[in-house]
């Protein structure tokens, strides 16, 4: 029966290895000669059909149908021309082996099949490279047409696809080099799909390790911290973007490096590219110990450039010693425009409204702890959770952050004894010291290397030696020099509760625009002070036109809520702020500086002093 009769379509993958002879296919007319016609079968196979077995009048590029009359043994084929009317069109795909993507080192030099998601789809001055994920990792696909031209335009991000073609190994790296790239069916789709999402959540989920140190805050927070933990794994497996924001001090930088170098070399372990872990990871600082619209505009800008250019999946933001208070609420709202997720490690009295913006939150105050635990602590043990090997370079960051956050959490003592050997609690205190000092100088940006040889993570110990003890000296000599022009101007009160309290005007009795600046030329105000003072409770007001910072020994204060109350209370003051509980900054406009200040000590005059 002539409905009966196959003709086949050859996939762009074909090589001459899939034609039969005496099989008919559909071809395409590629050009004429004076002894017959061309016809291509793919983009990669044509014969010849002699003007002899020509049955019909043709154009380039008109579809023809063919019989394989002979391969030739130099591969020249001969084709007849075929009229038939009725048949049914069979695909001829590339003979393959479907493999997964972590098998594909036996591979080298065979013709492979991958069935994965497309993560990512850049477009090169040469080939288009797709970024394909299945259940065992994540591998690059090059695709040639012409240079600079995008090859297999109908393939889009998010697709379960079915790449051919052959396993080479390109600056070191496996590629494979595509024949085809297809979209499989809606039923392969979802088996495939599914078989996906089954392994990855089995291979996302971290290992079950306990804390590096005895803490029932951190024992109590552990199903969150796996949790976190989790995500960022399946974020890394998945070639998702991430995009890390933390405070700009000693404690969340050590609590960004720390989940920094787990991310890295996870991306590295998975298979990325060789620059993977600088366009799908990006650290970054802010000023404020919340997540500012500034930071929000700076990272959507970076995110929505890249999903145009590259074909990047949006981000995942992971915020750390910040991200927990009403502050960081308008950032999350522009973010959720884009269905951004977040995931939250912080230490700072957190809101019940923050909540519904994150699919994950680390905070010592949700099961009865305080900001004593510091961030860098919990980002710590998170890394170690996403990658437990880099434990080692990274075991002594917590004690690094607990001596830069003065923290007074028995915390404090037991990561101090873990690393006491390598480094005391001394060596402890210059590191974070050098931290702050040096990210003063880098501004905005991470300084990714530097900071890395300040807290000892490359290797060079000597080094790391050196360069501490020339920032340590330039910080305390800055210092220095900030005091004596500071604590002259110090003006002291004794408020109703006994407490004593200190004002320094920051803005005309200090150095501006260098280091200290002044939150920390407020801390250091307060330190001096406190000694000066030993065992009295002492609150330290550093202001000025429309910013005030405050710290607080022996006097328990709920500053988060005394700024709420205070932009309820006085109206036109433009208030807000926040913070610990006992050590946080507040914001007004200028013009309401001295009722501001004069309400503030009130409420501290109310509030309990320790005995």
């Known amino acids: 029966m002539e409905e009966d009769t196959l003709v086949y379509r050859l996939s762009p993958g074909c090589d001459l290895s899939d034609v039969e002879e005496g099989n008919t296919y559909l071809g395409k007319v590629q050009g004429f000669a004076t002894f017959g016609m061309f016809v291509q079968l793919n983009d990669r196979i044509k014969g010849l059909v002699h003007k002899t077995s020509m049955k019909a009048e043709h154009k380039e590029k008109d579809s023809v149908l063919v019989r394989v009359r002979q ?141 590096m140190v005895k803490s029932d805050v951190l024992d109590s927070l552990m199903p969150e911290m796996r949790k976190v933990a989790k995500i960022i794994r399946r974020a890394v497996f998945t070639a998702q973007p991430i995009i890390l924001r933390h405070h700009a001090d000693a404690d969340g930088i050590c609590s960004a490096v720390a989940i920094e170098q787990a991310v890295v070399s996870l991306i590295r372990e998975s298979g990325g590219d060789f620059d993977a872990d600088y366009y799908l990871f990006k650290r970054a600082p802010s000023k404020a110990p919340f997540y500012e619209i500034e930071d929000i505009t700076r990272d959507l800008d970076f995110a929505l450039k890249d999903h145009a250019r590259f074909g990047q999946k949006m981000p995942l933001v992971i915020l750390t010693d910040n991200g927990s208070t009403e502050e960081d609420e308008p950032s999350y709202k522009i973010a959720s425009v884009y269905e951004i997720p977040f995931v939250v490690i912080d230490h700072h009295h957190p809101d019940a409204t923050i909540d519904k913006y994150l699919v994950g939150h680390v905070n010592p105050y949700h099961v009865g702890g305080d900001f004593g635990v510091t961030a860098g602590m919990l980002g710590t043990e998170v890394a170690r959770l996403i990658n437990p090997r880099v434990e080692p370079l990274i075991r002594h960051l917590p004690a690094v952050a607990a001596v830069g956050d003065r923290s007074e959490a028995p915390e404090r003592g037991h990561y101090l004894a873990l690393v006491r050997d390598q480094y005391p609690e001394q060596a402890c205190k210059d590191i974070a010291l050098a931290l702050d000092y040096e990210q003063f100088w880098l501004r905005f940006n991470d300084g990714r290397e530097i900071v890395k040889d300040v807290l000892d993570l490359v290797g060079n110990h000597e080094r790391h030696i050196k360069l501490v003890g020339l920032l340590v000296d330039g910080a305390n000599a800055m210092i220095e020099d900030q005091m004596n022009a500071c604590m002259p101007h110090v003006v002291p009160r004794v408020l109703k509760n006994e407490a004593k309290l200190f004002l320094i005007d920051v803005e005309i009795h200090a150095h501006k625009f260098t280091f200290p600046p002044p939150g920390k030329t407020s801390g250091e105000v307060h330190d001096r002070l406190c000694r000066q003072n030993e065992g009295k409770p002492v609150v330290t007001i550093g202001f000025g036109p429309d910013f005030a910072v405050l710290r607080s020994r022996g006097v328990h204060m709920n500053i988060p809520r005394m700024v709420r109350e205070l932009h309820n209370e006085i109206p036109g003051g433009g208030i807000s702020g926040g913070g610990h509980l006992v050590v946080g900054s507040i914001k007004f406009v200028e013009g309401m500086r001295e009722p501001v200040l004069e309400a503030l000590i009130a409420k501290i005059a109310e509030a309990p002093v320790q005995q």
């Open 71 to 211: 391969i030739r043994p130099n591969g020249n084929i001969d084709l007849e021309e075929q009229l038939i009317q009725v048949y049914q069109v069979q695909p001829v795909e590339r003979k393959s082996t479907t493999v997964r993507i972590a098998d594909l080192g036996t591979k080298q030099g065979k013709t492979v099949a991958i069935e994965g998601e497309v993560a990512q789809i850049k477009q090169t001055s040469g080939p288009t490279i797709f970024t394909i994920v299945d259940e065992s990792g994540t591998q690059n696909v090059a695709a040639f047409v012409e240079a600079g031209v995008r090859a297999f335009p109908e393939v889009e991000l998010n697709m379960i696809v079915k790449v051919i073609g052959e396993v080479m190994m390109r600056n070191n790296q496996l590629q494979i080099e595509a024949d085809a790239v297809t979209a499989l069916s809606d039923e392969e789709e979802k088996t495939v799909r599914a078989r996906i999402e089954t392994a990855l959540d089995a291979r996302a989920e971290p290992e079950n390790i306990k804390p």
